[in-house]
């Protein structure tokens, strides 16, 4: 077991297990963004930071078809930082919670000697999708293309700046698809980890395996922080999935079939992992 699956496991309330935690019809999702492990201030602006810390919250409530509404922000800022980057830091977080309704209430700032930014977000949902519900012979679905976020983080690991517009500083979130098709969706969650890995945990949560349908390279299914939406769907509802991608101008793609048995890890594991 890695040490954030153990971790985990220390905790046991019922809520815990998927991108967010549903209580009633509240849920509940908090992400860190820390300087060294997620990113280099060498790579990305200190607005940049604010609106990547923000986005990869929200995408955690998109994927189980929440409202992001409210927000907790805790920053911890070294000595160096001047107000000019605290101002274009706090500007990136509003720009991207604006974009989604969600408004910053209130949180708590440190001294630290590092850039780290922790955001608690409150959203509402009548219809929360979980990681569970799959059944032998579902589909198995990516949104978008995979691939480019882990090309652009080896760029930046060789010194050489990211592109203009790279989906690493800023991920594409998929919040009008996941809404309109939401009814046809079995479980869901986001690629923050690569679609391998994410994909066995979701399979693990069913106790199922996957066939797959076509092949995926490694270095798209081990792709990091892509922040596209991988679900699951039973096949009858192909046709009413393929016709919502294509009003929301949304690319799908569907890779696999759930299948009895067990999924083995394949991607090395993105957390915990020393990128200085």
Do not use: Q
Not at 153 to 163: C, I
Not at 254 to 263: H, I, L, N, Q, T
């Amino acid at each position: 077991m890695d040490k954030e699956s153990f971790f985990i496991s220390l905790f046991n309330s019922k809520a815990i297990g998927d991108d967010a935690a549903v209580v009633g019809d509240r849920v509940y999702s908090a992400d860190m963004f820390v300087e060294n492990v997620h990113f280099k201030r060498e790579w990305m602006s200190p607005y940049e930071i604010g609106y990547k810390a923000m986005a990869v919250n929200i995408s955690d409530a998109i994927a189980m078809n929440a409202d992001p509404r409210l927000a907790l922000l805790c920053v911890g800022m070294p000595g160096d930082i001047s107000p000019f980057e605290m101002r274009e830091l706090a500007r990136g977080v509003l720009e991207c919670a604006d974009l989604y309704g969600v408004e910053v209430i209130g949180g708590d700032t440190v001294s630290d000697s590092k850039i780290s930014v922790s955001i608690t977000l409150v959203s509402e949902t009548k219809r929360p999708i979980f990681r569970t519900g799959i059944k032998p012979g579902y589909l198995l679905a990516y949104t978008g293309t995979l691939g480019e976020s882990a090309k652009e983080l080896k760029r930046a690991l060789r010194g050489r700046r990211l592109k203009s517009g790279s989906r690493f500083k800023k991920p594409v979130l998929r919040d009008k698809f996941v809404a309109k098709a939401a009814r046809y969706l079995k479980a869901a969650m986001d690629i923050s980890d690569g679609l391998f890995e994410d994909l066995r945990k979701m399979l693990k949560s069913n106790s199922l395996g996957v066939k797959m349908l076509i092949d995926v390279k490694s270095d798209a299914g081990c792709s990091g922080e892509e922040y596209e939406i991988l679900f699951a769907f039973d096949p009858k509802d192909l046709r009413a999935i393929s016709k919502i991608a294509a009003s929301t101008r949304t690319k799908v793609t569907v890779f696999g079939e759930a299948v009895r048995g067990k999924m083995p890890a394949i991607c090395p594991k993105h957390h915990f992992k020393n990128r200085r």
